[in-house]
């Protein structure tokens, strides 16, 4: 087998790290070591901050029309690499190929096409003082932006970020998550091959610890934007705030699903089992509790066993394969010992629950069951924890204001699904939640304009549409005396 070598990516050249340390990449696939990621330090941050500043010169000095045509060429290279990405995402990542297909990779083209055509469309605001006095505000970008992202969406979410910040004339110095770095080199190429201008983008790879927190802490650089788990946000916000860094934390989430009596029937269990283990649970809009309405909970709960237990765990690259891998062997096993946690809670284990070995090569990949937990208090760790796996606890409730209570009682505050005929109830029960993202009888349905992201230890801030625009951007009044 051939090792790949990946590089960071600095001032437009593929480059090996300063000092030359690699460590393995293996894929969740079949648990075999098949490329090397750079183990970069802070110098090598140093030089890409220092490439990105340069370039900043020229890149915000361009119009809008022509930083969006390089961006759009972006986004054409990554459809005309659609499969090669595709393949390297599910590999990397574990996922199946046709999530990778139909999910991912058409949303990393998407991420640049949008933000391009969104940066047409931002403008200035006005504010005139009855004929004394006008008001602009020029929206400026920031200068360099540091970009941290995680491993379960990681083309997508990388490019969440990128794309707005060099959309509105940032340049940008990228930390994709050392546990899936190959689409974020690939991207890379990508950039060459669009003649994209050099050290506008920067993509250094290597441990959190080292690289992304050289990044945080860069005097160079005035604004992160972070997507991962909500310990690793604080540890940032704890190195960045008082640098008086602009901030943004999209961080972790335990997402209530709630079903009321009069919700329709098999819709409601078909979305409940597509929020708990879409991408093998490992979403941050998962819904990892799923509250059910006392007067339907017996025959749900048996619906939702019933049709967990028709998923399929297997081969990525099979089509049938509703499941694929866990990210990696140290994710597989926190995912039992919550497992473990569940059982000493009281908690009774309905389906699912143990590591799946498969046949052949894939035996050595990280499988998991599917896993529905019954029995639990809604306050007890396992409903109070991210588990960020195929795992999902089910609770009944009685009514409207128990299952607020409930719902609300996390330091979570992402998102929620509320299923329901009734629309003032729906109304009343999105307004009490508290969550960033409300759904009614529905779960992931995105638009990429709304605010996007979570209260509570769930984030800081909203991205999506223009409000990532004016984050990526500093907004400065001209008050003109008439
Ligand atoms: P982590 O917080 O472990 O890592 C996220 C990124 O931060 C990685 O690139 C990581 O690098 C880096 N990092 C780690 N330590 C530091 C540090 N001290 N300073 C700077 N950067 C650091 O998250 P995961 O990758 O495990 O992702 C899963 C988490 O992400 C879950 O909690 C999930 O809920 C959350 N998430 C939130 C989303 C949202 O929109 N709210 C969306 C998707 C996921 P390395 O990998 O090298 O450690």
């Known amino acids: 087998m051939i090792m790949i070598k990946i590089e960071n990516y600095i001032n437009g050249e593929l480059v090996p790290p300063n000092f030359g340390e690699y460590f393995d990449n293996s894929s969740p696939v079949d648990g075999q070591v098949y490329s090397q990621i750079p183990d970069s330090d802070a110098t090598d941050i140093d030089n890409a901050v220092a490439s990105a500043k340069e370039s900043f010169k020229s890149w915000s000095k361009l119009s809008k029309k022509d930083r969006h045509d390089h961006i759009m060429r972006l986004a054409d290279e990554i459809e005309n690499h659609f499969e090669e990405l595709v393949e390297a995402e599910s590999k990397d990542n574990g996922k199946p190929e046709h999530l990778a297909r139909s999910v991912d990779i058409p949303r990393a083209s998407e991420n640049f096409r949008?933000?391009?055509?969104?940066?047409?469309?931002?403008?200035?605001?006005?504010?005139?003082?009855?004929?004394?006095?006008?008001?602009?505000?020029?929206?400026?970008?920031?200068?360099?932006?540091?970009?941290?992202?995680?491993?379960?969406?990681?083309?997508?979410?990388?490019?969440?970020?990128?794309?707005?910040?060099?959309?509105?004339?940032?340049?940008?110095?990228?930390?994709?998550?050392?546990?899936?770095?190959?689409?974020?080199?690939?991207?890379?190429?990508?950039?060459?091959?669009?003649?994209?201008?050099?050290?506008?983008?920067?993509?250094?790879?290597?441990?959190?610890?080292?690289?992304?927190?050289?990044?945080?802490?860069?005097?160079?650089?005035?604004?992160?934007?972070?997507?991962?788990?909500?310990?690793?946000?604080?540890?940032?916000?704890?190195?960045?705030?008082p640098m008086f860094k602009k901030l943004s934390l999209e961080l972790g989430g335990?997402?209530?699903?709630?079903?009321?009596?009069?919700?329709?029937?098999?819709?409601?269990?078909?979305?409940?089992?597509?929020?708990?283990?879409?991408?093998?649970?490992?979403?941050?809009?998962?819904?990892?509790?799923?509250?059910v309405q006392d007067s339907i909970y017996n025959n749900f709960r048996e619906a939702f066993i019933e049709k967990t237990k028709l998923l399929i765990v297997g081969n990525p690259k099979d089509e049938n394969s509703n499941l694929g891998a866990v990210v990696s062997e140290q994710h597989l096993d926190k995912i039992l010992?919550?497992?473990?946690?569940?059982?000493?809670?009281?908690?009774?284990?309905?389906?699912?629950?143990n590591r799946i070995i498969l046949d052949a090569e894939l035996s050595n990949g990280y499988y998991m069951e599917p896993t529905i937990i019954e029995?639990?208090?809604?306050?007890?760790?396992?409903?109070?924890?991210?588990?960020?796996?195929?795992v999902v606890s089910i609770i009944p409730?009685?009514?409207?204001?128990?299952?607020?209570?409930?719902?609300?009682?996390?330091?979570?505050?992402?998102?929620?699904?509320?299923?329901?005929?009734?629309?003032?109830?729906?109304?009343?029960?999105?307004?009490?939640?508290?969550?960033?993202?409300?759904?009614?009888?529905?779960?992931?349905?995105?638009?990429?304009?709304?605010?996007?992201g979570g209260m509570k230890n769930s984030g800081v801030g909203r991205e999506g549409g223009f409000k990532s625009l004016q984050f990526f951007t500093e907004p400065k009044n001209v008050c003109i005396k008439i």
Request: glycine content about 8%; some cysteine.
């Open 114 to 241: 949008f933000f391009a055509t969104a940066s047409l469309h931002f403008d200035s605001e006005v504010h005139e003082m009855d004929g004394k006095a006008l008001n602009y505000t020029l929206r400026k970008p920031v200068g360099v932006v540091g970009c941290i992202s995680p491993w379960n969406l990681p083309l997508y979410l990388l490019t969440w970020k990128i794309a707005p910040a060099l959309a509105a004339g940032n340049t940008v110095v990228a930390k994709p998550s050392e546990i899936t770095p190959m689409t974020a080199f690939l991207l890379s190429k990508i950039c060459q091959k669009a003649n994209f201008p050099k050290g506008v983008l920067n993509i250094v790879h290597g441990f959190g610890h080292k690289v992304g927190e050289a990044l945080s802490k860069h005097l160079d650089v005035p604004i992160i934007s972070f997507t991962g788990g909500t310990a690793t946000g604080k540890k940032i916000a704890s190195v960045a705030a």
């Open 254 to 291: 335990k997402n209530p699903n709630i079903i009321f009596a009069d919700a329709e029937f098999d819709k409601s269990v078909e979305m409940a089992v597509k929020a708990a283990f879409s991408n093998q649970g490992q979403i941050c809009l998962c819904g990892s509790r799923l509250f």
């Open 337 to 353: 010992e919550c497992i473990e946690l569940a059982k000493s809670e009281g908690g009774k284990i309905l389906t699912g629950g």
């Open 375 to 390: 029995g639990l208090s809604h306050a007890c760790r396992t409903n109070q924890e991210e588990i960020f796996g195929p």
């Open 397 to 452: 409730f009685k009514g409207e204001v128990e299952v607020i209570e409930m719902a609300n009682a996390t330091k979570y505050g992402l998102s929620a699904s509320i299923f329901t005929k009734d629309i003032s109830r729906a109304h009343r029960v999105a307004a009490e939640i508290d969550a960033g993202i409300v759904w009614v009888n529905t779960w992931m349905l995105r638009d990429l304009r709304i605010p996007f």
